[in-house]
């Protein structure tokens, strides 16, 4: 595997992965401005992949005020070619119940107001970038081909819906995404995935379903239960992750 690797998810994957060796934390001025947290570098199973928490260290930034153009630029900038995105969504697809991995293939963007493109101002062109397939069909392969090497719970495909948060959906929100075509919903998909595509970098996500979506089921929604399933999920998503790097 010659790519550069990042992950980007929150502090308790790596965490969790003693086969992690890290090397360094580094603190990186970007031109768009704070980025989450210090890329944490180390080794994984003989590789170099650099980390960094989507939402901070303590958890501290909701999806709307996460800098995504900073976040993006750095991983450019220290030499990675490659991002695999952990994000956790609720399910609208009966084929993936909590727990489950989804390796989407699709998305659908309904969040609004955030910095989606490095290519706002100063320009000499406009430029347009084809997004028409918005994941890296290479690196969907390789998890996808991991995952069912592994055994592990898995949809292949799906429509990521993304929302604006950090409240939850309605349950007419939920039902007009499913009329659109969406299989899982969560909130920090984009514009994750299209500024990794105007940086040409390699962009695929593993989403862990916390949670029915609202409405989708007759028990309440309750943070406790959709926690202890996205902490379930999450050894899921090491597993796939380590066996990528095997």
Request: aromatic share 8%; with cysteine.
């Amino acid at each position: 595997m010659s790519s550069k690797f990042a992950v980007i998810g929150g502090t308790g994957l790596y965490a969790m992965m003693s086969e992690f060796e890290m090397t360094r934390q580094e603190i990186v001025n970007t031109p768009y401005g704070e980025p989450s947290g210090p890329l944490v570098h180390g080794r994984l199973l003989g590789h170099d992949v650099v980390f960094i928490a989507r939402h901070g260290f303590t958890h501290r930034l909701p999806p709307h005020s996460i800098n995504y153009r900073a976040n993006i630029w750095m991983l450019k900038n220290a030499g990675v070619d490659s991002i695999i995105a952990v994000n956790a969504v609720g399910s609208m697809n009966q084929d993936c119940p909590p727990e489950t991995l989804v390796i989407p293939d699709q998305i659908i963007d309904y969040s609004w107001g955030r910095q989606h493109t490095f290519y706002a101002e100063d320009l000499t062109r406009v430029v347009h970038v084809d997004f028409t397939q918005p994941y890296s069909e290479s690196l969907r392969k390789t998890l996808i081909q991991t995952g069912e090497k592994a055994g592990l719970s898995m949809l292949n495909k799906g429509v990521y819906g993304c929302t604006q948060g950090p409240r939850l959906e309605t349950a007419a929100e939920i039902q007009r995404m499913i009329r659109d075509g969406c299989d899982i919903v969560g909130m920090t998909g984009m514009p994750e995935a299209a500024l990794a595509r105007e940086l040409s970098l390699e962009y695929a996500s593993i989403a862990v379903v916390a949670n029915w979506a609202a409405g989708l089921s007759d028990d309440p929604l309750s943070m406790d239960a959709i926690s202890n399933c996205l902490q379930q999920g999450m050894t899921q998503v090491k597993t796939l992750i380590l066996q990528v790097f095997q």
